[in-house]
């Protein structure tokens, strides 16, 4: 079994950082995608940041420039550091993988539990 887990969620004043950090275990072969998405209170799930096992980022508009992701493909982790932390950015984070599991097997994505990130005074 592969189980994701976060952490690094809390509350932060406007303007302040938090850093988001996902650990991935289990059945591992490879993990060729990594990524953060967010849900608040009454929308969908939406993109935030991913990185692929090459080190190419996507992110979305909204986190451009305010926020980094990076990964340790040694320690199969993911990190989201995140600067100048808005009340909009108040929501609950989710670490994503795609896994594989063997060698040429398929890729299956999996989720963790997700952590609160709440920007307020």
């Known amino acids: 079994q592969v189980q994701l887990v976060e952490s690094g969620g809390g509350l932060v004043q406007p303007g302040g950082s938090l850093r988001l950090s996902c650990a991935a275990s289990g059945s591992i072969f490879s993990i060729p995608l990594m990524g953060w998405y967010r849900q608040a209170p009454g929308k969908q799930r939406e993109l935030v940041a991913t990185?692929?096992?090459?080190?190419?980022?996507n992110y979305a508009d909204f986190v451009k420039v305010r926020f980094t992701i990076s990964r340790d493909n040694a320690k199969d982790t993911v990190t989201l550091q995140m600067n100048s932390l808005k009340p909009e950015d108040t929501a609950v984070y989710y670490c994503s993988a795609n896994i594989r599991t063997r060698d040429y097997g398929p890729e299956y994505r999996y989720w963790g539990q997700g952590t609160q990130v709440t920007v307020s005074t």
């Open positions: 990185i692929t096992s090459g080190g190419n980022t």
